[in-house]
């Protein structure tokens, strides 16, 4: 089925959405990205988007670190968005990438001076990380400093660093990095957020950990306390204690959340799926669908009944 984007203020088949060579973000990086999931309930026959409107926020504030002007509010990207995927009629789990990018055809780095535009698009798109659980190796590659590249906004040209990461990963014959700061504590996958259950107590870095302020992050969080009764304890994490950690899962809008089962060539437990990390799989993914009547508010349906 062809999939379609909102590309120069109007909807068009995903084929003809062309930027051309000398696009300044193309060139330099200076663009801001998102990656929303849209769930399909064959039970309802429906898409849901989820954390629509938190996804726009954070594409909002990239926005103002970039100095990009983006001239739809929050609630104009979400329509946008839902009559794009209904457009699609996909009946199956989707993808929806915006992007808010220096469009001028302009070489010179810079921010300013410069035309800004703004696209989205849905593609099908299954589990990221498509395995049971992940085999881990902490990468050479360390993430930047706040005050490097803001690692809390999702800045297209800083993922050359997670880029770096994963294939290095990957070639090595595991499935997924684990970057640390510079200072050598625990920050995040190449392209996840992560948790390590202690003493049956969710731990995960804290935001001045150079991480990117998950919004499955904060899923977890919420859903761990509130469903389950389990604290969640932002801090830094050293090294070593991914290795004596009960559980090891990471979080992602891709990767949903996805367990660690080793980390360089070491058991995480029992090197299975953690009782904590498989009880947040469940509520999670009746969350995503919504099947659980208490988080309605986190899921936009598409398909009009």
């Known amino acids: 089925m062809p999939s379609y984007a909102y590309f120069h203020k109007q909807f068009v088949p995903l084929s003809e959405a062309k930027i051309g060579i000398m696009t300044h973000c193309l060139h330099y990086g200076t663009a801001i990205f998102e990656g929303i999931r849209g769930n399909w309930n064959s039970q309802q026959k429906q898409i849901y988007l989820f954390r629509l409107k938190e996804h726009y926020q954070r594409l909002h504030n990239g926005c103002r670190l970039l100095k990009i002007n983006l001239p739809y509010t929050i609630d104009e990207l979400c329509q946008i968005t839902v009559e794009l995927v209904e457009r699609c009629g996909f009946q199956e789990n989707l993808y929806v990438r915006p992007l808010a990018y220096k469009s001028s055809e302009s070489l010179g780095v810079r921010l300013h001076d410069l035309d800004d535009d703004f696209l989205v698009f849905a593609i099908p798109?299954?589990?990221?990380?498509?395995?049971?659980?992940?085999?881990?190796?902490?990468?050479?590659?360390?993430?930047?400093?706040?005050?490097?590249?803001?690692?809390?906004?999702?800045?297209?040209g800083l993922y050359i660093n997670n880029a770096l990461a994963k294939t290095e990963a990957i070639s090595n014959g595991f499935d997924e990095a684990i970057m640390l700061t510079s200072e050598g504590y625990v920050s995040e996958g190449s392209g996840e957020?992560?948790?390590?259950?202690?003493?049956?107590?969710?731990?995960?870095?804290?935001s001045y950990n150079s991480i990117l302020m998950g919004i499955t992050r904060d899923t977890v969080i919420k859903l761990a306390q509130n469903e389950l009764g389990i604290e969640t304890i932002e801090r830094q994490i050293d090294r070593s204690e991914l290795y004596i950690a009960e559980e090891c899962f990471f979080t992602g809008t891709a990767a949903h959340i996805t367990p660690i089962g080793e980390i360089d060539h070491r058991k995480i437990g029992s090197g299975e799926t953690g009782e904590i990390t498989k009880r947040l799989q469940e509520i999670y993914f009746d969350v995503i669908q919504a099947s659980n009547p208490k988080y309605l508010e986190w899921c936009t349906p598409v398909y009009k009944k």
Request: hydrophobic letters at 40%; a positive charge; aromatic letters at 8%.
């Open 125 to 156: 798109w299954g589990p990221y990380l498509d395995i049971d659980k992940a085999r881990c190796v902490v990468s050479s590659w360390r993430r930047p400093d706040d005050n490097v590249i803001p690692p809390q906004a999702k800045i297209t």
């Open 193 to 206: 957020n992560i948790f390590l259950v202690i003493d049956g107590k969710l731990v995960t870095p804290a």
